[in-house]
């Protein structure tokens, strides 16, 4: 069952901004955090923020700290990934990630390309 669901990659020139939404199912049980991971061509994959749902505790990559902000709405389930002054670097494919109990789980993935 897919229970998380990403939008709004796509490609931009550097220094551009996208934003990200994913959208968690309800039924997911004991939703700790949200989150967003990304995977570049040829290397591995790395956390790149996360915020937890009972508070407003924050982490995020140093290489984002500053250009990304991670948010949530809580009544509607879902988390969003604000992301500016983008970089070549920031090319990948993103993915939502829920961690509830013990578990964590994926969505599909979003490509965002950002093009010198």
């Known amino acids: 069952q897919v229970q998380l669901v990403e939008s709004g990659g796509g490609s931009v020139q550097a220094g551009g901004s996208l934003r990200l939404s994913c959208a968690a199912s309800?039924?997911?049980?004991?939703?700790?955090?949200l989150g967003w991971y990304r995977q570049a061509p040829g290397k591995e994959r790395e956390v790149v923020a996360c915020?937890?749902?009972?508070?407003?505790?924050?982490n995020y990559a140093d290489s984002v700290k500053g250009r990304f902000t991670i948010s949530r709405d809580n009544d509607k389930n879902t988390a969003s990934l604000q992301m500016n002054s983008l970089k070549p670097e920031d090319t990948a494919v993103y993915y939502c990630?829920?961690?509830?109990?013990?578990?964590?789980?994926w969505g599909q993935g979003t490509q965002v390309t950002v093009s010198s």
């Open positions: 990630t829920a961690a509830s109990g013990s578990d964590l789980q």
């Open positions: 915020i937890s749902v009972g508070g407003d505790t924050t």
């Open positions: 309800r039924n997911i049980v004991r939703l700790r955090t």
